[in-house]
Nanobody, 121 residues
Framework: QVQLVESGGGLVEAGGSLRLSCAAS????????MGWFRQASGKEREFVAV????????YYADSVKGRFTISRDNAKNTVYLQMNSLKPEDTAVYYC??????????????WGQGTQVTVSS
């Protein structure tokens, strides 16, 4: 099992920045991909960004490309999401997720508890 704990959410004005962190513990050696989803009130959960644990390649949703940056610190078993130029439509609960194979964007194996990000206009 892998446990994921997010931190760094909060309230920010439009145009501002936040950095989310996700610390993994447990069977971290089994992680293949790790990243973020989000779910706005009344909407379905959507993919945001993912990073390959070994190699570091990244992939982003079109809605955040150029504004968000995902990175990792393998020594700390931690993934980060730097969010810049935030918009009110970025308001959501952000979930960290991890997968042991290639199914990250469809059905990750592990989920964090979520952290609220609110962007005021």
């Amino acid at each position: 099992q892998v446990q994921l704990v997010e931190s760094g959410g909060g309230l920010v004005e439009a145009g501002g920045s936040l950095r989310l962190s996700c610390a993994a513990s447990g069977r971290t050696f089994s992680i293949y991909d790790m990243g973020w989803f989000r779910q706005a009130s009344g909407k379905e959960r959507e993919f945001v960004a993912v990073i390959r644990w070994r190699g570091g390649s990244t992939y982003y949703a079109d809605s955040v490309k150029g504004r968000f940056t995902i990175s990792r610190d393998n020594a700390k078993n931690t993934v980060y999401l730097q969010m810049n130029s935030l918009k009110p439509e970025d308001t959501a609960v952000y979930y960290c997720a991890a997968d042991e194979g290639v199914g990250f964007t469809t059905n990750p194996d592990y989920w964090g508890q979520g952290t609220q990000v609110t962007v005021s206009s």
